[in-house]
């Protein structure tokens, strides 16, 4: 059986972040998968599809996941990767038809999110807990008021 891990954040605010982009990456990225293959797209091949101006719409979107990983103090190295990253990714969407192609392959909102996680693990962000196979239950108290 695979084990189950939990990844849980020092602070509230870096874990709703990551929420947040890691919600931003599964639409940009894989939201949908095509029927009879296990190939999944997000709306940045869909939007892509419309020549140029989709593909600054979906740079648009994803400098959101760029912007939230500089306030979380990525270094100058990550951020650089981060960048180069989302460039390629319209650069080559500029492409007609292969470029679409090379959206759904690429992923770069995935590839920086991974990074950002990276990241946050390297500085002690994140705590890891193996499950085993059963659920995940927060017992985590809280104060209230």
Partial sequence: MKTQTVERYSDPEIAASVARIEALSRLMDDLFEIPGTNVRVGLDAMIGLVPIVGDLISQAISSYIIWEARRLGVSRWIMG?????????????????????????????????????????????????????????????????
């Fill in 81 to 145: 990767r981060m960048i180069a990253n989302s460039a390629v990714d319209t650069v080559v969407g500029f492409v007609p038809f292969a470029g679409d192609a090379f959206d759904v392959m690429f992923r770069a909102n995935r590839k920086n999110l991974a990074l950002l996680k990276g990241h946050l693990e390297k500085h002690g962000h994140v705590r890891r807990h193996g499950t085993g196979a059963g659920p995940v239950i927060d017992v985590t108290a809280r104060r209230v008021g």
